[in-house]
């Protein structure tokens, strides 16, 4: 996902700055099955710092625990753990206040009446988590009128969200507005509606070329964009800070801001500087 590219860039900037070499492995799907032997593979070959995303808050604590007794440093980017002890330092976007700007965006395009469904790619990630639980807290605070119709969980390929997308349509014909967390999602309801002629509010996360091209098309209404690279950045200083005895230097918990765009924003030079590199 551009994500994951976005903040690979990040993480290689500062590893080459700073003069650490770096290397990048990743799972085909967002599961803890498919990462745990990765994870378990990459800490094998002992390296000083592990950068990870935990696809799952509990069932990726054994694999990094061994990592951490084997002397590697660890931080946590993106998604984190339920049990930290022993990790320099998680750094996230402030997923929560994303869901709560997607789900205020529903509720304003839909003037406060309606239904909507929700879509993820997992039911235990805790970025995933804390978006859909930031939508629901808008939702059912500021816009009580506007209903979940569902809330489904789809694979990591947009064809995945495709389908999803047009249960829902069948299942839940008045449904105006979708929210989807992660970049596939809100792929997947363009693709959706494109081919069946519906017209929904659709909200995304994150900003892959293809997703900005939607939004500039219309197809995708909103994007909540994350800063990847950033994340990337500040996971290999404050690695590096571990390394090198700097420990006063090194934040246990960062969560950065969110950047909300619409498609008649979508050009402005003040957000295109925050859409992502590579692909989606």
């Known amino acids: 996902m551009a994500f994951y590219n976005s903040l690979g860039s ?12 770096y290397s990048t492995q990743g799972a085909a799907d967002f599961t803890p099955a498919a990462q745990t032997p990765v994870v378990d593979a990459v800490c094998s070959r002992h390296p000083s710092l592990l950068l990870i995303a935990p696809t799952d808050p509990v069932a990726l604590r ?16 993106d998604t984190t753990l339920t049990d930290k002890q022993g990790i320099v330092s998680a750094i996230s976007s402030n997923n929560i206040q994303g869901g709560e700007a997607a789900g205020k965006i529903m509720g304003q395009e839909l003037h406060g009446k309606g239904e909507v469904a929700l879509m993820s790619l997992s039911p235990t990630a805790s970025t ?24 489904e969980y789809t694979q990591q390929a947009p064809t995945s969200s495709e389908t999803t997308a047009r249960a ?9 507005a979708f929210f989807g967390a992660a970049e596939p999602n809100a792929e997947g309801v363009a693709q959706a509606t494109g081919a069946t002629g519906k017209h929904v509010i659709n909200v995304g996360y994150d900003a892959s070329p293809t997703e900005v091209g939607l939004l500039k098309s ?22 590096y800070d571990d390394l090198t005895n700097k420990k006063s230097a090194i934040q246990a918990s960062v969560l950065l ?13 003040n957000v295109t500087k925050y859409y992502y590199t590579g692909t989606s």
């Open 10 to 21: 990040g993480v290689q900037a500062e590893a080459t700055k700073l003069g650490m070499s």
């Open 62 to 77: 054994p694999s990094i625990q061994r990592c951490m007794n084997e002397g590697v440093a660890v931080v946590l980017v």
């Open 128 to 151: 995933q988590v804390e978006r859909l639980q930031g939508a629901k807290q808008e939702l059912k605070s500021a816009y009580p009128g506007i209903s979940i119709a569902a809330t």
């Open 168 to 176: 829902i349509f069948s299942g839940h014909p008045g449904v105006g």
């Open 218 to 239: 219309g197809k995708i209404s909103a994007l909540v964009i994350q800063q990847p690279a950033l994340e990337g950045q500040l996971g290999v200083q404050y690695g």
């Open 257 to 269: 801001p969110n950047v909300v765009v619409t498609t008649q924003q979508a050009s402005s030079p």
